[in-house]
């Protein structure tokens, strides 16, 4: 373990953008972190001194400021009952084989999990992906990840206490120590290379990441088998192979024409809408077209009316001018009568005068006649 914990992380394709520095250094301290982790198990189960970081050079001493600060920056979330909750994680996911697959919607469901496992210790759960991992070991060796809460079990069943305490003497630890070791520097850190970077994957993507993990497992196993068997059942694989591709071309197949089917649908969807609003638009229209010849006839009508009005008023000023002239030649064929009638009046009594002075005037004469003889 020098100073530098240099080695090669192999990202898989499905990572959607290049990694950056702070990706690199995030990558460097946790992989490293795994090799710290591999060291603490050795010299735990070695019966050695407590591990030091300090002791082991810089990178150490990083790596342990480094699980610090994202401890510290880890909020410690409450555990059920009969759990402690303790700042750490453990390398890798559920070690009872499940791997990414075990997802429970609680915390009290991950511990009702782990209650129901007489050899489950500890247990770490994530509020945002739901995954629940447990773990047969107790105490965690690595720092807080993301927002996974490390709840430690309480009191471990009587069967792991017991097996616990039939543990081996410090000879025939120190050769697991040894064995641990090579199998870490041979394994471990590839494998926990590849855990670290399939859980950051699986948290922004985890059924695309369980989906091509599980399709890389399978790659591998029947690469392993294929490298065991080839001479045997090299035409199995090739049929394999092929149903495999046929399985997926005819999956593709599906999903291109269920992607076509859906596609029609919204196109059909578009135009029934838009035929939609063509119809609607087109009621709009005729509505205020009706409007409008509504409004003209309304208007025609209201002239009609009022030159109606206009011309029965003109025949009845006609009318009222018409009587009032008959009246007014009735008063003065009336005033003409009156003046007729004053003037035979007038002239019948200049007829009556005269005749009344012509008979005076014959009356004198007879008297003065009359004198005259006497």
């Known amino acids: 373990f020098g100073s530098s914990c240099v080695f090669t992380l192999t990202v898989p394709p499905s990572s959607r953008a290049p990694p950056t520095r702070m990706d690199s250094d995030q990558h460097r301290r946790r992989s490293c972190s795994s090799w710290a982790a591999v060291l603490v198990l050795v010299r735990a189960a070695s019966g050695s001194s407590p591990w030091r970081p300090g002791d082991h050079g810089d990178t150490v001493s990083m790596i342990q400021k480094a699980q610090s600060l994202d401890t510290t920056r880890t909020g410690l979330a409450a555990c059920p009952q009969g759990y402690a909750a303790v700042p750490g994680d453990v390398p890798g996911f559920d070690q009872f084989g499940r791997e990414m697959g075990n997802r429970q919607e609680t915390m009290e469901l991950c511990a009702a999990d782990c209650n129901g496992r007489p050899d489950c210790l500890s247990l770490e759960w994530s509020p945002r992906t739901k995954l629940c991992s447990l773990n047969k070991v107790r105490d965690p060796v690595l720092a807080s990840f993301e927002d996974y809460t490390f709840c430690q079990r309480a009191q471990p069943p009587a069967a792991v206490r017991s097996v616990a305490e039939q543990a081996p003497q410090p000879d025939a630890v120190q050769l697991l120590a040894e064995q641990a070791k090579r199998k870490a520097a041979e394994e471990k850190a590839a494998e926990e290379a590849k855990e670290q970077a399939a859980r950051r994957a699986a948290e922004e993507k985890a059924a695309e990441?369980?989906?091509?993990?599980?399709?890389?497992?399978?790659?591998?196993?029947?690469?392993?088998?294929?490298?065991?068997?080839q001479d045997k059942q090299g035409a199995a694989e090739e049929r394999a192979a092929a149903e495999e591709q046929a399985q997926r071309k005819a999956v593709e197949e599906k999903a291109a024409e269920e992607q076509a089917k859906r596609k029609a649908a919204e196109e059909k969807a578009a135009q029934e809408q838009a035929k939609l609003r063509a119809a609607e638009a087109k009621a709009v229209e005729e509505a205020k077209e009706q409007a409008e010849r509504r409004a003209a006839e309304e208007l025609a009508a209201k002239q009609a009316q009022a030159a109606k009005q206009a011309q029965a008023a003109k025949e009845a000023q006609v009318q009222a001018e018409r009587k009032a002239a008959e009246e007014q030649a009735a008063k003065e064929a009336q005033e003409q009568?009156?003046?007729?009638?004053?003037?035979?009046?007038?002239a019948k009594e200049a007829e009556e005068a005269?005749?009344?002075?012509?008979?005076?005037?014959e009356q004198a004469a007879k008297v003065a006649k009359e004198q005259a003889e006497r």
């Open 209 to 229: 990441v369980a989906k091509e993990q599980a399709n890389r497992k399978a790659a591998e196993a029947k690469a392993a088998e294929a490298a065991k068997v």
């Open 337 to 346: 009568a009156k003046r007729r009638a004053a003037e035979a009046q007038a």
């Open 354 to 361: 005269q005749a009344q002075r012509k008979a005076a005037e």
